[in-house]
């Protein structure tokens, strides 16, 4: 055998013994120990590495304690359970020594705030001002001469532009715009108008036009100023007294464009029927605003993640009236769960799914798991998921971890969830990762 030969059968037996090593259950249990680790004050949390050697774990007992040891260096059997109990809110270092001496892993481990808050899942309906004039649509107005003109479209304003001052005047009202435009049509004047599209603030001018069809000044601008439905309430937090709802942005129906939030309530609603999901159509909820002067709560953000704002009181009834602890992302783990919906008047149900898919994410993001409906009941009603449930809470091993968001068209059965710590944060809840508090209201 030459030395080429040699060379080639060396590095088959190397990779052969590498790759033994990966999948050896030793090394396993090593890659499975987390360099980084989050926890509620409150929550105790066990972790299983199954590995027949001993170690010295060392950290600072006021911020966590292991096995329940108040000391500062502690003696473990990785063989069994590492029990971990939180105390109060900071960070630590934990060192792990095999056999006390060899450096084996450090963990970060950050404790904060307990948090538990009431699952929702109950049908609320949401009425939102927007923070402005929300531009639609175009449309051509047919002026003293016969010729079909667009003021707006010829002043460069576009679909999804939010008007947010006319004259230098705040407006949020669509019939004030009426009879500002009427006014101005009349005098032979320009508008001036601040328009907010994306994060840039525009500046425009635009003269009114004469409808001689309808006798009246246009600016050839489809415009709105409300929008209203129904969706799911996610979670109330009677400490901080907040709430989260729907699990996605409110867009408006016909650009698709995030509604920006000057004003909204949440009342209580009904479902009076359901319009069941099938391949290629997704469903939804038939419900009816009830007790309509009654005010639940109000709307003070509209984010990727759901509404957030300050609510009086919890919609009645509520499935379990009990706050439940809520979980990191990284906790929610692929199999069995619930979630909490009404498919029927303003009664609050539990219905089995499976998580299916949990997708890794350490900052926030939508679409943190892929969610199939297995129970029987839900599926015979509903068909899958239909619009309206949206906001549903996700329920798995006693937590709260995350909502209900959207159907797949061609699967109703299955859908997307978003993690519960991502809407958190939005409510100003729960600390972001560098540690500031974003604030409620």
Known sequence: MNSNERMRWFGLVLVFFVCLIGISTPFQHYAAFPTKLRLFAGQQKKLHYEMPVHAVVTVDPDVVRVNGSRKASTQVNLKQPLSLIPGRSGSTEMKLKLFGSIPFKTVRLTVVPDLKVIPGGQTIGVKVRSAGIMVVGHHRVRDFNGAEVSPGQYAGIR??????????????????????????GKAGTTLQLQIRRGGQLLRKEIRPAYDSDDKTWRLGLYIRDSAAGVGTLTFYAPDQGVYGALGH?????????PIEVGEGQVVQSSVTSINKSSTGEPGEKR?????EGKVLGNVERNTPFGIFGRMKELPQPAYAGEPLPVAFAEEVEEGPAQILTVVGGQKVERFNIDITH????????TKGMVIKITDRKLLAKTGGIVQGMSGSPIIQKGKLV???????????????GCFIEWMLRDAGILLQSGGQKLKAG
């Open 287 to 291: 419900a009816y605003f009830v007790r």
């Open 249 to 257: 942005v409110i867009t408006d129906m016909d650009t698709q464009s």
């Open 159 to 184: 679909l999804g532009d939010l008007i947010v001052t006319v004259n230098g005047v705040r407006l949020n009202q669509v019939s004030k715009m009426a009879e500002i435009v009427e006014k101005a």
């Open 358 to 365: 949990v997708s890794k994410q350490t900052a926030p993001a």
């Open 402 to 416: 995350g909502a209900v968001t959207h159907v797949f068209v061609n699967d109703p059965s299955s859908g997307y």
